[in-house]
Every structure is written in structure tokens, then in C-alpha cells.
């Protein structure tokens, strides 16, 4: 059973940042790429980050590159998403998932399982 708690979710000011936190067991961190997707009010859910489990390679959206960024803690199990310079379209529940070796096939085919979502407001 794969189990991922996803944290950190807040309103918050536009250009403000924040950090979300995803925690795994070590069998589920040591052996999937980790990552974060998001679902827009009326919108279908999107590719935001990923992480691979063997090399830290990255893989990001273009709507957040340069300003998010994904890591990874292996003694604590836990990956995050620092969101710098937040914009309104950021708004969304965020979702850690998990599946997969590599960032770039889960930027592609999507991953196997889900955290249960955070919510990150950003007002204008």
C-alpha cells in the first residue's frame, strides 16, 4: 500500500511563496519518482514537477519553470515543492504522486498513486 501525505497548502498574497511537503514510506520513496500535479476549479488536473528516484533529475511544466522547484529529502522521505513568485493562476489543489523511475516519464505518462491534496489559494 502506497501512501503519500501531502501538506502545506494556504492562502496566500500574489508573488508571495510557499512550500509544500509530501511524505512517503522509504520503500515508496526509494523506488518511484516522486511528484506534484494540480487541478484547477473546472480544469483538468496537470503535470507541475516530478523528481526521479535515482539521480534527483527534475522535470517541470512550463507555467512554473524558474520560479517552482521540486527536492527531495532521503532521510526524512519527504519531497517538496518550493512555489516562488505565486500568481492567481497558481491556484489549485496540489497533489503528490508517486509511480514510475524517472521525472520525465511522469511528466509524460502520469504516475500510479496519489496523495489526497492540498489547497493553495493565491489572491491577486
Known amino acids: 500500500q502506497v501512501q503519500l501525505v501531502d501538506s502545506g497548502g494556504r492562502l496566500v498574497q500574489a508573488g508571495a511563496s510557499l512550500r509544500l511537503s509530501c511524505s512517503a514510506s522509504?520503500?515508496?520513496?526509494?523506488?518511484?519518482?516522486m511528484g506534484w500535479f494540480r487541478q484547477a476549479p473546472g480544469k483538468e488536473r496537470e503535470f507541475v514537477a516530478a523528481i526521479s528516484w535515482r539521480d534527483d533529475t527534475t522535470a517541470y511544466a512550463d507555467s512554473v519553470k524558474g520560479r517552482f522547484t521540486m527536492s527531495r529529502d532521503n532521510a526524512k522521505n519527504t519531497v517538496y515543492l518550493q512555489m516562488n513568485s505565486l500568481k492567481p493562476d497558481d491556484t489549485a489543489v496540489y497533489y503528490c504522486?508517486?509511480?514510475?523511475?524517472?521525472?520525465?516519464?511522469?511528466?509524460?505518462?502520469?504516475?500510479?498513486?496519489w496523495g489526497q491534496g492540498t489547497k493553495v489559494t493565491v489572491s491577486s
Open positions: 504522486a508517486a509511480g514510475g523511475a524517472t521525472a520525465q516519464a511522469m511528466s509524460v505518462t502520469g504516475p500510479d498513486y
Open positions: 522509504r520503500r515508496t520513496f526509494s523506488r518511484y519518482a
